[in-house]
């Protein structure tokens, strides 16, 4: 066998286990290499994590993850009570202590609230180490429907809030010389999602501001991951936003619909962060099958995505 020969039979070799390990995985390539070889979320531990949005669904998954790596937290979203509710059961395995755990109530739509709040968490940790931009609203409506004051309020909500907690948290992590920033973006964020314009959008939105971020703090030791979920279960459908602006969508997600449970998000999310990866993609087939496609082969995607059809992508993301 000549060397070219050996070359040839080695690339299909490892184009082979590709194939085999994207077919058998619920996140992209990186990532799964990064679970099974990367560094644990224990090295997390005693990191000063702020993570919005930690009232219910990935968010108060993610907090529990964290606090099983022994993450010093801060627990942010409007309902207090649910907070409570979520650092009891974080205390409740026994890595952190009652003080490890702030509850910051925190309407992130109350712009003018974001600096007294960075305040508090500074005058309690001294520091912030990672912050979580998790907090944000979903939609469910057709584009040529949607009132346009339903795209304002949602580039308010899943973009602007973002920003401004950002940008009131990102001279404290430069002040020191180290920080991490994470986003919850989504698969919207890197494919058309039909009948969700506007939550697309901001998503779209999202990846580009942050994206710009991470090459200018690479320098400054300030790391940026936008998490990239797919269909999972969650309460992110309910209190949804509509085509009118007031109406809110009041759905549950049914046992049976093809998701991801909360809790296996939640893992990859903390490997994510924990690896300092840039982005991540956290779904499972076909929905991660699409987004390689429009990642790699776009004009290929694109053609076979509007093929399919609105109807049959929206099942896809509504779990059936």
Not at 156 to 175: A, F, G, Y
Not at 290 to 309: F, N
């Amino acid at each position: 066998m000549d060397f070219c020969t050996a070359i040839e039979i080695l690339a299909v070799a490892v184009a082979v286990i590709q194939i085999l390990r994207l077919i058998f995985t619920d996140c992209d390539l990186q990532l799964q290499w990064a679970e099974k070889f990367g560094q644990s979320t224990g090295v997390l531990a005693r990191k000063v994590v702020w993570i919005t949005g930690a009232s219910s669904g990935i968010g108060e998954y993610l907090a529990y993850e964290l606090a099983k790596a022994g993450c010093r937290l801060i627990l942010t979203a409007r309902r207090e009570e649910e907070l409570q509710r979520v650092k009891k059961q974080c205390l409740s395995f026994g890595s952190l202590l009652d003080e490890d755990i702030l509850v910051l109530p925190l309407d992130l739509l109350q712009f003018d609230r974001h600096r007294p709040a960075v305040e508090e968490v500074i005058a309690r940790y001294k520091q912030i180490d990672v912050l979580v931009n998790n907090a944000g609203r979903s939609q469910r409506a057709a584009w040529e429907k949607t009132d346009l004051q339903v795209d304002r309020e949602m580039l308010e909500i899943n973009v602007l809030s973002v920003l401004s907690l950002t940008k009131q948290v990102l001279p404290r992590m430069l002040d020191r010389g180290q920080g991490h920033i994470v986003n919850m973006s989504s698969v919207a964020g890197k494919v058309g999602a039909p009948l969700s314009g506007s939550y697309t959008g901001a998503k779209h939105a999202i990846q580009g501001w942050f994206n710009a971020l991470r090459m200018e703090m690479y320098s400054r030791n300030i790391s940026v991951t936008n998490l990239c979920p797919g269909p999972v279960f969650s309460n992110l459908l309910k209190g949804s936003f509509t085509e009118k602006t007031g109406e809110v969508l009041d759905v549950e997600m049914k046992e049976g619909e093809k998701r991801m449970s909360t809790e296996r998000c939640a893992r990859l999310c903390a490997v994510a962060i924990a690896n300092r990866l840039d982005e991540v993609w956290i779904s499972q087939h076909p929905i991660l099958l699409g987004v390689y496609l429009s990642q790699y082969m776009p004009t290929i995607g694109t053609w076979l995505l509007k093929r399919v059809g609105v109807k049959v992508v929206s099942r896809f993301r509504e779990g059936k």
